[in-house]
């Protein structure tokens, strides 16, 4: 049952309605495929990140992952950091489909892998691993 709750606001006596759960019929669905679906797109990242350093750093590798020659090994970069993607989506999405999970960790874990991503990309770093 709906329960009127009086407030004052600005000098008036406001009668407000408090509705519960219950009678709204508000169902919280379970947020496991959307952390599914940020933990992929972080991993994702991670992978882009990866693939970026190690073609960098090794010609050879660079040449093996051109998959389009106008476009050189970015073709390659992007192509298996989206399969790494869409198959990471998929496991997570079987595995947490019908769990609830707190946030914050979450959000942790995708944050690292996104900024170890990340990390992978600029040439201070890949330049790390080049030979010679």
Known sequence: MAMSQPRSEGGRKIDEIVWSAEELNVVEKPNGPAAAALLAAAFGSLVMGILTTW???YTGFADKINL???VGPLSGKVTFAGLAFVIAW???SLVLWKRNLPWTPVAI???ALIGGGFTGTFPKFFDLFAPG
């Open 55 to 57: 073609a960098e750093a």
């Open 68 to 70: 389009q020659h106008r």
């Open 90 to 92: 998929v496991a997570l």
């Open 109 to 111: 874990v995708a944050a």
